[in-house]
């Protein structure tokens, strides 16, 4: 290596200021970090840096590549990098091309091979650290490098490139292990001489952050798929790692998870605690703590939770000052719907709340909740909290549907009423004329096809709002508009879509049935109360056809052909009856949405087993 | 807007970057008697319309690239090219009228200019593209590393500070083409994205429609189909985006969230609505039906994004035959390119192209055809309004009574307000008082004069253009005529004819070409007759290049049956023998470009071919036609040839010998002794010409019609045929003796059945290059003869014994020309003089006439 004439007095100097240089852009940087006055004087001091290091990094790439200048010029692009990426919060295709140019630098100042242009970065790493041995100087600048070069292929899901620099760089390539976790733990960087240049963020910090980070993302993925054990030793490695409180308070929900799914309630709930002492993130544990009540059945602890998660999420999250580093977050992927460290905005936590009281028969409350979320979704102006339920929850109408449901449970069909305007007044320049077909919508967007259910069921909670109020009238007519409308569909099956759109239409198809009976018993219970039986016998046979094997519609029709004094269709039916409830229950009941639901439970008889009881000694 | 008139205030003109204005990005912005524009450079200044002067002007760090006004609070946000977003609190607008009434009057048009520091910046951020501000909420539009990323953030200016903004939402757009540039750079192209806001009729109505020109309230059945259930319910605004690219997205802006713990899926939360395939420079909502009823308040119910080539996208709200709701997207096309665009009352288009500024109605287009199946046309018409090389574009808000007013910035950085009137006679009052009517003949009067220099200057835009058509179609025609006869006459002319004239102490060659026009065309403007003279080289330099002179003439009219002549120097006397023979090549020329000039088209409309070229025939001056014949000639030649001819230096040589040595015979006898002149002949035979020559010169003995026919274009030849000749002297060019000398002969051995009767015909001369020139001369006559004869006769009987034998003669001869030629610049001196000397007695054998022309 020709520590040449070249690298004389003059040259040295220079070197000597531009690190200087260098160094004072690292202490301002770092002075950013601690000082958390005001975010856009931040801002500024960090783009700042940003400016002066590529400045500086431009400056340095002019010069031919020789070893004593190659350290300064790695640790400047180490910090740049490293700032770049904390600034931006991830790693680009720009930071590929950084870390490209400098192996290429390294390999230029070693004058051994010329690199080809079509290296990737896999070649142009072997071909670096084969020759980096003749480059003592040069080791710890190319291991910090390398640290970087970790975290973004840790961050791409690059896994094979990172084992494979990570036995390169512990010099074990024949029989070392393929465990990345032990690969990390085993790589010692060698230490910085006392006169290097600053760095932000060393190699050694890198390598915790890498282990910390690999730890928790292996241990989120497990949990995933579900191999329970091994994510839990995963989860335990990333707690006992260096990570900060936030960090913490992901890997012990993420913990709780883990153990709840394991069926360890006491331990998960020990770790919950833990995380919820933790620190300013409240959000997953307290929902991870409602799933888990859930799941012990202590519906009080589990409403509690989801309280206390709903006000957590109304706090903003305290935003700290910013980190000028790579942090573990950075190198974790988005949460996934089913992850635990995903809870979900205000609203939707709102939602998750409310219909849990719906389901578990607190109408009074769920109907305040219900409230409360339509106003902060119609009213609210911040999307952070009042983002709608996305697309796993239900939509917008639906939402709607259940606040009406939920208001009539609670006994307040005025309110229903109100609500069940509101949504025709928004959804009604949606529906078609013509009679309607199940045909696929194309944009992507199903809501034509769904536009008539959401109405005819609105129709449907109406009527029922009326017959709260007892304006038997009123209510007939709203369940016939509704009968109406859902008999203008025509099952049109002539092409077959895609698979979910199959689902989806299968599902629609179960609701369309349901809401026709739940249409067709209400309208005829109202009959019945008005005492036009022969009326009602004809929805309820109608229902009975709707929906054939449904024991409501049966029950409803048996009770008016007593009545009506028609003793052997009676017993007939009451026999198919029998013979039904001697069969196990094979069918079990289909996810229907939740407004629907609460709806079938209110024309459920309410005697169904005295009144067999009462065929069978009459007969 | 048939009936539309107009009035154009020129309020004032501000400094212009270099490249004008259209080269950055102009904006305009009229809020009530105040107008901020940007003029594309890092000024943004403030005019006060009542004041008619500029009131402040501000300086930002970068090129400007948008500005709006924060209403409420009196406020100017700009986005700086590389900067990011500043916030600046304009000053009270009666402080600076009363500064206004205080400044002296030089100031006038540069008022103060207040920098504008960083610390006004409230989103420091190089990626910014683009911003439009929300009811309490700023939507922003960065480039990332390769896709498209909009912002959501909360109010930066909500304090009495602005501060930085708290971002609530974030999206990047996942379909979209990475973006053009590096990161960080802006877009290589002129286009940035453009943003509008449409929000859905709330059924409420406590909420007032949004004051921001960018944002549209629009028709809940459209709104629906566009963007789906839960926006409609939610009420939430929705960020329609137009990209450089041609993409059309859409963000339904409630479901966007940053947290960490509830992370958008940008496929759920970005649509692409349509793809324009070019620049989105316009979107925005039009109301296209008519308003149900009178008072009420009318939502837009169609949605129209403008393309910068001028593609026009409306989307609207229909129904399929089953009845379901479906978004019908309708195509159609304005005249591009459109440079800056604003939306009018209802369903009107302001759009400025670099020759106009034009308005559009999409409306009538929809309801005039079936109105069950509206559809725009497939090109709409826009009407002009007449004002040219507009760059940006804002229409003021006003009621529906009220004139529409536009204001404009010209490309020359003059702001212009416009005002429309919609309907002329509800504009006019019915009886107005003097002082309004004096204003109002005045507002007239210039209009008149202002149309009336437009009406003249299109006039005379038609006239050229109208002579332009003309002059193509008669290029047309002559080009037609002239390539429909190859073979007959054709219907244009060249001829040329030589003569010696006298310059000055010299005489020269000249030829005369003559262009004839016997077509039915004339020839215009943007022909040339193009005349070349290639010259041969001299005998001693066979390879050396022939030099080559073009002399183009224009020809400005040529009128049916009308000549026009030229007259050519072939060169001086000495020179011009030398030349011999010299070829002239007769082309006409036309050039497109010339013949279309006058009408000032379109730069793309212009041919990109020159023109086409047509040639008219090539013509030989040879020694032949070159030769004066002071013996016979007219006396004023005679006398020319010895007042310039100079003294034959051999001549003047031998009379000095002869003096000397005082030898008898005179230098006649010397120089046929000492030199004797050369000779070349050719035989023809007697039955061959008399056959060729019979049609021209019957009755006229065969020698003295061969004579006349050798001299046909010399000017002598009438002299010829009067004195029936069959031998000339003649003067070379050069001044030597030339004599042709025609007899008939009796060629022997050659036919089968007898002697052959044959003319020959002898050059003689003292200089060898004249009886090579004049010889060569006889020879091209021949052969053009030959092939006249060469045509239909029976070849005739020939001893082909005698003919072997004679061409193998040649043949020898040759050989040895080719050997000696070949030896002759190897040797030295004395052996080359030799060697020329044999060389030169082979010539003389192989001009000796053994063969016979038959």
């Known amino acids: 290596m020709s520590q040449a004439p070249l690298d004389s007095a003059p040259r040295s100097s220079h070197l000597d200021l531009w690190r200087e240089q260098s160094d004072q852009l690292v202490r301002q940087a770092k002075q950013v970090t601690r000082n958390s006055d005001a975010l856009r004087t931040q801002q500024q001091l960090a783009q700042d840096a940003l400016h002066g290091l590529r400045e500086l990094l431009h400056r340095l790439r002019g010069l031919p590549a020789t070893v004593s200048l190659l350290p300064l010029e790695l640790t400047v692009m180490c910090n740049l990098i490293t700032l770049k990426v904390s600034h931006t919060q991830g790693f680009s295709e720009d930071q590929a091309q950084d870390i490209h140019q ?107 952050v890498l282990l910390t980070a690999y730890a928790l993302r292996q241990g989120l993925q497990e949990l995933t798929i579900g191999s329970l054990p091994r994510a839990l030793s995963s989860l335990q490695e990333a707690a006992c790692g260096l ?155 639906e939402v709607f549907l259940e606040t009406a449901a939920a208001l009539i449970q609670a006994k307040r069909a005025q309110d229903a009423l109100t609500v069940c305007e509101e949504l025709l007044a928004r959804t009604s320049s949606l529906l078609p004329k013509m009679p309607w077909m199940w045909e696929e919508a194309r944009n992507g967007a199903q809501q034509p096809i769904q536009c008539p259910l959401w109405v005819s069921a609105t129709y449907l909670l109406q009527g029922q709002a009326w017959v709260q109020l007892r304006a038997p009238k009123e209510a007939v007519s709203e369940f016939s508009r509704c009968l109406e409308l859902l008999f203008r569909a ?130 | ?152 953030w909360e109010q930066p200016w909500a304090g009495l500070e602005p501060r930085p903004g708290t971002q609530i939402g974030e999206v990047a757009f996942p379909a979209s083409a990475p973006p053009a540039g590096g990161p960080g750079e802006p877009p290589a192209t002129c286009f940035l994205p453009v943003l509008c806001c449409v929000s859905p009729p709330d059924p409420r109505a406590s909420r007032s429609p949004l004051g921001s020109p960018g944002s549209f309230l629009l028709h809940g059945a459209l709104f629906g189909l566009l963007f789906g259930a839960d926006a409609t319910l939610l009420g939430s605004p929705v960020v329609l985006c137009g990209f450089p690219d041609g993409q059309l997205c859409c963000v339904v802006l409630k479901t966007l969230v940053t947290s960490r713990t509830a992370p958008g899926d940008p496929r759920t939360l970005v649509r692409l609505l349509h793809h324009l395939e070019e620049p989105v420079v316009l979107i925005g909502a039009l109301r296209m039906e008519p308003q149900p009823q009178e008072g009420m308040h009318s939502h837009a119910d169609c949605l129209v994004a403008l393309g910068h080539h001028g593609r026009v996208l409306a989307i609207k709200a229909g129904r399929d035959q089953a009845g379901n709701p479906v978004p019908e997207l309708q195509e159609s096309r304005l005249p591009g390119p459109v440079l800056c665009a604003a939306w009018g009352r209802d369903s009107r288009i302001y759009h400025g192209t ?101 009406v003249s200057s299109l006039k005379k835009a038609v006239d050229q253009r109208n002579q332009a058509l003309t002059r193509l179609h008669e290029a047309l025609d002559v080009s037609c005529a002239l390539l429909s006869h190859q073979r007959g006459p054709r219907p244009i002319v060249c001829s040329t004819s030589t003569a010696w004239s006298c310059r000055g102490l010299h005489e020269e060659l000249t030829a005369t070409c003559r262009l004839q026009n016997r077509s039915g065309y004339s020839l215009g403007p943007g022909w040339t007759w193009c005349l070349q003279v290639l010259a041969s080289s001299h005998a001693c330099q066979l390879d050396a290049a022939a030099a080559s002179t073009t002399y183009t003439v224009p020809v400005q009219q040529l009128a049916p049956g009308a000549q026009r002549e030229v007259t050519l120097s072939l060169g001086s006397s000495e020179d011009a023998g030398a030349n011999l023979p010299t070829t002239i090549s007769c082309a006409l020329s036309c050039s497109l470009r010339e013949v279309m000039g006058g009408a000032r088209l379109p730069p793309d409309l212009l041919p990109t071919q020159e023109g086409t070229c047509l040639p008219l025939g090539v013509h030989t001056v040879d020694l032949l036609q070159c030769l004066r014949f002071p013996g016979l000639a007219t006396p004023n030649t005679q006398a020319a040839r010895r007042a310039v ?41 007697a039955e061959l010409l008399r056959a060729a020559l019979e049609a021209v010169h019957a009755g006229v003995p065969l020698c003295c019609a061969t004579l006349q026919w050798l001299l046909a274009n010399n000017a002598t030849v009438d002299v010829v045929r009067a004195q029936a000749l069959t031998s000339v002297q003649g003067v070379a060019p050069d001044g030597a003796d030339v004599r042709l000398t025609i007899h008939e002969v009796t060629v022997p051995d050659l036919g089968p059945t007898g002697p052959i009767q044959a003319v020959e015909i002898q050059v003689e001369s003292t200089s060898l290059a004249n009886v090579g020139q004049a010889h060569h001369a006889v020879i091209c006559r021949m052969q053009t003869l030959v092939e006249q004869a060469a045509q239909g006769s029976r070849p005739p009987d020939l001893r082909v014994q005698r003919l072997r034998q004679i061409h193998a003669d040649h043949e020898v001869l040759l050989r040895e020309v080719q050997a000696l030629r070949e030896r002759l610049p190897l040797e030295d001196e004395a052996s080359a003089r030799a060697t020329a000397k044999q060389l030169l007695e082979v010539y003389r054998q192989l001009r000796s006439p053994s063969l016979v022309l038959l």
């Open chain 2, 645 to 685: 001819s100079p003294a034959d230096p051999v001549d003047t040589f031998l009379r000095a010998c002869q003096e000397q040595r005082s030898e008898p015979g005179g230098s006649a006898a010397l120089r046929a002794k000492y030199l004797p002149p050369s000779v070349a002949s050719v035989r023809v035979s």
């Open chain 1, 243 to 397: 990570c900060s409180r936030p960090v913490l308070v992901q890997v012990y929900t993420a913990l709780g998870a883990c153990l709840r799914k394991m069926g360890s309630p006491q331990r998960a709930l020990l770790y919950l605690a833990e995380a919820l002492k933790g620190g300013s993130i409240w959000g997953p544990p307290l929902l991870e703590a409602s799933r888990l009540y859930r799941q012990l059945g202590d519906t009080a602890a589990e409403l509690e939770s989801l309280g206390l998660l709903v006000e957590a999420l109304c706090v903003p999250q305290s935003s700290e000052a910013p980190q000028l580093l790579i942090e573990v977050e950075l190198l974790l992927p988005t949460p996934g719907p089913d992850s635990p460290l995903r809870c979900g905005t205000q609203s939707q936590a709102k939602h998750l709340l409310a219909s849990r009281c719906l389901q578990t028969g607190r109408a009074k409350a769920a109907a305040e909740h219900y409230l409360d979320l339509l106003a902060l979704l119609l009213n609210g102006w911040e999307p952070r909290l009042s983002a709608p339920p996305g697309p796993p929850g239900p939509c917008m109408p």
């Open chain 1, 490 to 619: 025509t099952a049109e099956d002539k092409e077959q879509g895609a698979a979910s759109s199959c689902e989806q239409r299968c599902r629609t198809d179960v609701v369309l049935q349901r809401l026709r009976l739940a249409a067709l018993i209400s309208r005829g219970q109202e009959w019945v109360a008005s005492g036009q039986d022969t009326r009602a016998l004809q929805d309820f046979l109608l229902s009975v056809q709707v929906c054939p094997g449904d024991q409501d519609a049966s029950f409803h029709l048996l009770q008016t052909l007593r009545r009506l004094g028609r003793r052997d269709e009676a017993t007939a039916l009451w026999c198919r009856l029998e013979a039904q409830t001697q069969l196990p229950q094979g069918d079990t009941p289909r996810s229907l949405p939740l407004y629907l639901e609460t709806c079938l439970s209110w024309i459920r008889p309410p005697d169904r087993d005295t009144l067999l009881e009462e065929f069978r000694t009459s007969l």
């Open chain 1, 102 to 208: 400098g192996l290429k630098r390294v390999l230029e100042a070693s004058e051994r091979l010329e690199p080809r242009l079509d290296y990737g970065l896999r070649e142009l790493w072997d071909s670096v650290l084969r020759c980096s041995s003749l480059l003592p100087e040069l080791l710890p600048a190319l291991h910090h490098l390398a640290g970087l070069q970790a975290a973004l292929w840790l961050s791409t899901d690059h896994l094979g490139d990172l084992v494979w620099l990570l036995q390169m760089l512990n010099g074990s390539q024949s029989e070392a292990s393929e465990d990345l976790l032990l690969l990390l733990k085993s790589w010692s960087p060698p230490p910085e001489g006392l006169d290097a240049p600053v760095s932000l963020q060393d190699a050694r910090g890198l390598r915790d």
């Open chain 2, 1 to 152: 807007m048939a009936g539309a008139a107009r009035r154009v205030d020129y309020l004032a003109a501000f400094r212009c970057p270099a490249g004008g204005l259209a080269a950055g990005r102009p904006r305009v912005l009229g809020v009530g008697a105040e107008v901020f524009l940007a003029t594309g450079g890092e000024l943004v200044y403030v005019y006060d319309r009542e004041a008619r002067r500029p009131s402040a002007a501000y300086a930002f760090p970068g090129q400007v690239w948008h500005v709006e006004l924060l209403v409420p609070r009196r406020a100017l946000c700009v986005l700086c090219a590389r900067s990011g977003l500043f916030c600046v609190p304009l000053a009270a607008r009666s402080r600076s009228v009363s500064r206004a009434e205080d400044d002296s009057k030089d100031s006038e048009l540069s008022p103060s200019v207040t920098p504008v520091g960083r610390d006004a910046c409230v989103l420091p951020d190089a990626t910014l593209c683009a911003f439009t501000l929300l009811d309490n909420m700023l939507v922003t539009v960065a480039q990332g590393p390769a896709t498209w990323k909009m912002q959501l």
């Open chain 2, 354 to 454: 670099p020759s106009d500024l034009c308005v559009v109605d999409l409306a009538p287009g929809v309801v005039s055809t079936d109105p069950m199946k509206p559809s725009l046309p497939p090109l709409l018409c826009p009407a002009s309004l007449r004002v040219c090389g507009v760059t940006a574009l804002s229409v003021s808000p006003g009621a529906p009574e009220e004139d529409t007013e536009l204001l404009a910035l010209s490309a020359k950085g003059r702001l212009l307000a416009c005002s429309l009137a919609l309907d002329p006679t509800v504009a006019c009052p019915a009886r107005m008082e003097a002082a309004l009517a004096s204003r109002k003949i005045q507002d007239l009067l210039s209009a008149i004069s202002n149309v009336s220099e437009r």
